[in-house]
């Protein structure tokens, strides 16, 4: 089929739109981009990848000039395809921010999840009911698959309420307790909430079958009449599985991916080259064909240059992006820093080269542990509980989060253990885990903290991992990712006892991280944690443990799983 003439793609400059660039690219479709009013009469189908935040959206689409065309593109009847955000805009307002309107075809709000009974974002993958399953309109989408989702507000699917917006949902969703649209369609418009871009082959279908039915415009059946559906005691979220590739340069000076003992990534016995286990593009291509969930670039060794002189990383950013088709997250240097050549580049700044090179995610180490330092010490300073102390907005995690949403900033942990006696009465006190009976000798009769590091564990900080994980929160982090140096590259199993402590300490997704040894281990942290993801890396680079066998032991203990 030949390329879709009139194809344009509406980017406000937030958030990850290459990878809905890259999957067209994939499916051998070209377009171009709005880049100014007049585009919107060109166009014969439009599709907006909203990624972010809904107000910057909204904002940023007025600034360019762009809310009234889009409004009249609509109303013309020419096919709209919108995609998370892109969708949202289509409904009347939402409480992420309230003083923005939007575009008010659907004529109900988007609110905030509840995270009484779940962790807040929904990030990962999760099943789609379709409304009028007997109808031929079901746009490509799979009651059988699992769809990428990743936002903190929804449309309730709540015909009672607002029946005229149920009419337009597709399809539903529910997480936790609650049922949300997860698709709208209706004539022209189609909308999803979770992102097909970054939902695998299952996501690739709907995109082309969009692509293949949006010239001209279908007729759509009216739906059927909208009842109100009463939720299942449990929800189809699956368990992410995560594959980490920490990547740096060798002595040859080759971007590779290496992997650790411990964060110590020297080779022991010949005479101490870095570790090299393969290139960081072909591995990430490896694991989305073999199943991975998402996938992550450390950059591990970023905090002695800047970031954005490393093209390199940026490259393999575009490349690893050009080839998968699941989330995509990058660490390692997002902070503000100076180039060698005195050019002062933000934190923002960093992170959205990285987001317009393809990631989905930045991932903050060090720099979320100064962060979190700093905003307890002014608190501090002016008598205020330090517990409680919250952000002056000028921190990468706020504005980052602030520009490209919550979603989009996870915060990378790597905490240590520092053992005490028993009767420590020190300031980590309430936080103490202690070593039980049964557990390893040098654990037993004796107590320990987890203290955070920064610079890849090169430095402890005064900093506990209760501490930066509660922060972190506060200033509007998505997500943690939960290494732990003693763990790391052993094969132990992961801290079991770390992972349940900074679980009952936030609400926010977690990603328990460090000693994967065997498939067993991700059962048995999902088991005693409930977190939502586990990552791994040695086993998955030294092909100890594929990643079918631990979706296949995942299945085996009954968690939903994505195969
Ligand atoms: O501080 O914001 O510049 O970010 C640097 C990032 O690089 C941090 O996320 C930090 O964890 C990571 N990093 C720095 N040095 C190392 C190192 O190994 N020398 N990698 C390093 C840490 C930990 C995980 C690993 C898991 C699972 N690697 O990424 O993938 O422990 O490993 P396993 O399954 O083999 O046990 P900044």
């Not at 289509?90 to 921010?97: A, H, Y």
Request: aromatic residues 8%; contains cysteine; glycine residues 10%.
């Amino acid at each position: 089929r030949p390329p879709t003439m009139g194809l344009y793609f509406l980017d406000y400059g937030a958030g990850n739109v290459q990878s809905l660039a890259n999957s067209l690219k994939k499916l051998g479709y070209s377009f171009q981009w709005i880049t100014c009013a007049d585009d919107f009469h060109k166009a014969t189908s439009l599709i907006f990848p909203g990624v972010g935040a809904y107000g910057q959206a909204i904002d940023a689409l007025e600034s360019k000039g762009f809310l009234h065309p889009l409004r009249e593109y609509i109303a013309s009847g020419r096919p709209y395809f919108g995609i998370c955000i892109g969708m949202q805009v289509l409904f009347q307002s939402s409480t992420e921010n309230p003083s923005k309107r939007g575009l008010g075809v659907v004529p109900s709000p988007i609110e905030e999840f509840d995270n009484a009974d779940k962790s807040v974002p929904h990030m990962g993958w999760n099943a789609v009911e379709l409304l009028d399953p007997a109808h031929k309109s079901d746009e490509g989408v799979s009651t059988s698959a699992h769809y990428y989702f990743v936002h903190s507000f929804r449309a309730a699917y709540d015909p009672v309420a607002f029946p005229e917006a149920a009419e337009w949902a597709h399809g539903v969703t529910q997480y936790g307790q609650e049922i949300f649209i997860a698709s709208v369609r209706k004539a022209n418009v189609f909308g999803t909430q979770f992102h097909p871009e970054k939902s695998g082959d299952a996501g690739l279908k709907i995109i082309s079958s969009w692509l293949v039915e949006s010239e001209p415009a279908r007729a759509v059946a009216p739906p059927t009449p909208r009842v109100p559906r009463a939720p299942r005691p449990k929800d189809s979220l699956t368990k992410r599985i995560v594959a980490c590739m920490d990547v740096r340069s060798n002595d040859q000076g080759d971007l590779i991916v290496t992997k650790g003992d411990q964060y110590d990534v020297r080779e022991k016995s010949t005479e101490g080259a870095v570790r090299n286990l393969g290139k960081p593009v072909a591995l990430a291509a490896r694991y989305y064909a073999a199943g991975a969930d998402e996938l992550c670039l450390m950059n591990i060794t970023s905090f002695r240059h800047s970031p954005l002189r490393d093209q390199p990383m940026l490259a393999v950013v575009r490349a690893a992006a050009e080839e998968v088709f699941v989330p995509l997250t990058i660490g390692g240097g997002i902070k503000d820093t100076v180039d060698p050549d005195g050019t002062k580049l933000t934190a923002l700044e960093v992170a959205g080269a990285y987001f317009r090179a393809g990631a989905d995610k930045v991932s903050i180490a060090s720099e979320a542990v100064l962060v979190v330092e700093r905003m307890r010490q002014r608190a501090r300073d002016s008598g205020h509980n330090e517990d409680a102390a919250i952000g002056d907005g000028t921190s990468a995690i706020e504005t980052i989060a602030r520009a490209y949403g919550r979603q989009a900033v996870v915060v990378s942990i790597d905490p240590r253990r520092v053992y005490v006696a028993a009767d420590y009465d020190g300031p980590y006190k309430s936080e103490l885990v202690f070593g039980r009976p049964d557990g390893e000798e040098h654990e037993r009769g004796r107590a320990w903290w987890y203290q955070c590091t920064v610079s890849g564990g090169r430095e402890a900080r005064p900093l506990s991992v209760v501490q930066l994980a509660r922060g972190a929160e506060r200033l509007g982090a998505g997500e943690i990712v939960l290494n732990s140096i003693d763990r790391d590259g052993t094969g132990k199993g992961f801290d079991i006892d770390l992972v349940q402590l900074v679980r009952s300490s936030v609400r926010i997704p977690i990603v328990a991280s460090s000693g994967a040894g065997a498939a067993a281990h991700f059962v048995e942290v999902f088991e005693k944690t409930g977190v939502e993801a586990a990552l791994a890396a040695g086993i998955f680079h030294r092909g100890e443990v594929a990643i079918p066998d631990v979706k296949a032991a995942l299945v085996e203990a009954s968690f939903n799983t994505r195969t």
